[in-house]
């Protein structure tokens, strides 16, 4: 497996009781790809009176997974270091919606300031699906108004904005967690819970 996922997470998907530590965050290490310029085809900005839907960002094969939707409930899954195991976390909206909004707005922020919405798509068919889900990779997926964009990474492809945009959303994620009402979440029902968002 390559350094990027050994550096950041390695140990196993089973899920691990929270801990009240703060995580060793480590910088991840991979050679950068080659990140798409405007001439290469990338496309414009996606008009700015959209307002974010709906996000997905995972690490496969269960590493990390943020998935969040506009007046919806939010799943978060991540380690909180490269020896841990993964614990996933559903934030109801109805204890969570400030912090779910207050998350809401830091995603789009990001999307933002790594400009993931200017840049090329790459293998969109190929995000969040069951024979890709098992391969060290990079999903990514959101959509503004009807507008929706999608693109998978192999770890040595990713792109610097979009490594970038995952340190932001790991650092999000650990912190929108720790003060938030939360359920944990057990295996079958994590997997009962990404059938049903499956449909996005």
């Given at each position: 497996?390559?350094?990027w996922?050994k ?10 009781q ?10 991840p290490?991979f050679?950068p ?14 008009d ?12 496969s ?22 020896t ?6 559903l934030?109801?909206?109805k204890?969570?919606?400030s ?6 707005s830091s995603?789009?922020?990001?999307l ?6 200017g840049?090329l798509?790459?293998k969109p068919e ?11 990779s ?8 009807n ?10 492809e990713?792109p610097?904005n979009i ?11 650990i ?10 979440l057990s ?7 990404l059938?049903?968002?499956?449909g996005q």
């Open positions: 497996m390559a350094n996922f550096n950041v997470f390695g140990g196993s998907g089973e899920q691990k929270s801990s009240s530590r703060e995580p060793e965050l480590s910088k290490e050679r790809a080659k990140l798409p310029s405007r001439r290469d085809g990338a496309p414009k900005m996606v700015e009176a959209f307002e974010l839907n709906w996000f997905e960002l995972q690490i094969p269960h590493e990390f997974r943020f998935a969040a939707a506009s007046g919806r409930d939010a799943l978060i899954a991540f380690k909180r270091d490269k841990s195991n993964c614990e996933t976390h934030l109801a909206v204890d969570n919606k912090n779910i909004d207050l998350a809401f995603l789009h922020a990001f933002q300031k790594h400009n993931v919405r840049t798509l790459h190929k995000a969040m699906q069951a024979a890709t889900l098992s391969v060290p990079l999903h990514l997926r959101f959509q503004y108004g507008r929706g964009w999608a693109s998978f990474y192999l770890v040595e990713i610097p490594q970038a945009l995952f340190d932001d959303c790991y650092k999000l994620a912190s929108i967690t720790a003060r938030s009402p939360k359920q944990k295996n079958e029902e994590v997997l009962k819970n059938k049903e968002k499956s």
